[in-house]
């Protein structure tokens, strides 16, 4: 299995309080992902890098920012949570672009009250 | 823009019952195509690819051939287990690209 954590794994806050969610990799993976996983929408893409320092927006990006300080770390943020942001945090890996398949972390549950 | 589109669910089989999932998808150029699984409470795990067309990937007893005269990638299974109930993702990406396009997911349930 390729080397991914996240954390935390579940988490509750309230509406209005930031909060960070972290991916950790030991693969040395240039390309890392945050989707968010909603009943039927399946996965949707938040915000992914490209290298350190080196990230672009998804597909549902408003709400969101991250970080890459490091290859082996990439940190979402929620500046301050909603309850629309209530979801499944998926992070993902990958070594090259396009045929490259991604990795999956195990998610974090965060909800907000 | 690119997409993917897959059968809507929830699919229930009994054990040793044939499988499919459909899964359509639209796309410029030669993308890839995946299949990924996610068991209960779990990340998506990689169950399968093809990177051109024709090929046909395949893996624990699953297969799927990429058809791009038909923009397909249908999952198929000779013979379903209890163990394979889970959610199954169609994919796509493309070569000049970064980001990965999915569907949203077909759930599986096997019983025996």
């Known amino acids: 299995d390729a080397g991914i954590t996240q954390s935390p794994r579940h988490k509750v806050t309230e509406t209005g309080t930031p909060v960070t969610l972290r991916c950790h990799q030991t693969?040395?993976?240039?390309?890392m992902y945050w989707y968010r996983q909603d009943p039927g929408h399946g996965l949707r893409l938040i915000h992914y890098s490209y290298g350190v320092k080196d990230t672009d927006k998804g597909e549902v990006s408003d709400g969101y920012s991250v970080s890459r300080s490091k290859t082996e770390d990439f940190l979402l943020t929620l500046e301050s949570a909603t309850s629309s942001q209530t979801s499944v945090y998926f992070c993902?890996?990958?070594?090259?672009?396009?045929?490259?398949?991604?990795?999956f972390g195990p998610g974090t549950r965060l909800t907000v009250l | 823009g690119d997409s993917v589109t897959q059968m809507e669910g929830p699919v229930t089989l009994s054990e040793e019952a044939f499988l499919t999932i459909n899964c359509t998808y639209t796309a410029t150029g030669y993308p890839s195509l995946f299949w990924y699984v996610q068991y209960p409470g779990e990340g998506l795990q990689l169950l399968l690819k093809a990177t051109k067309a024709d090929d046909k990937g395949s893996n624990k007893g699953f297969e799927a051939t990429y058809r791009k005269e038909t923009t397909s990638f249908h999952l198929e299974k000779g013979s379903v287990q209890v163990s394979d109930s889970a959610v199954y993702f169609c994919a796509l990406s493309q070569t000049t690209g970064n980001q990965f396009y999915f569907g949203t997911g077909t759930s599986l349930t096997v019983i025996p």
């Open positions: 993902a890996i990958s070594g090259l672009a396009g045929r490259d398949e991604q990795f």
């Open positions: 693969e040395n993976h240039r390309y």
